[in-house]
């Protein structure tokens, strides 16, 4: 069964930094992207980042540009993301998925 696990959600205060990492298991392909996506309160899922295993080619929501960076740890099967100069509106559940298979989501929430 493919699985992921995603780690690292917290407090923050804005301006601050925090690192999330998903752990992938079970998947078998050797081509395939990552993505984080996120979920306000009372607002829809949207995407914020994705890499690719194949080229580590990235992708950035314009809202997380210049303040994300995904990357990735193939020996490991785990995808990072480090997100620096946090603001309010960052707040939500985030979720790491791969091929429509969703990992259980880590809360980050970012006070003012």
């Known amino acids: 069964d493919v699985q992921l696990q995603a780690s690292g959600g917290g407090l923050v205060q804005a301006g601050g930094s925090l690192g999330l990492s998903c752990i992938t298991s079970?998947?078998?392909?050797?081509?395939?992207?990552i993505g984080w996506f996120r979920q306000a309160p009372g607002k829809e899922r949207e995407g914020v980042s994705c890499?690719?295993?194949?080229?580590?080619?990235?992708y950035y929501a314009d809202s997380v540009k210049g303040r994300f960076t995904i990357s990735s740890d193939n020996a490991k099967n785990t995808v990072y993301l480090q997100m620096n100069s946090l603001k309010p509106e960052d707040t939500g559940v985030y979720y790491c998925?791969?091929?429509?298979?969703w990992g259980q989501g880590t809360l980050v929430t970012v006070s003012s």
């Open positions: 890499i690719s295993n194949s080229d580590g080619s990235t």
């Open positions: 079970g998947f078998t392909s050797d081509d395939y992207a």
């Open positions: 998925m791969v091929s429509n298979y």
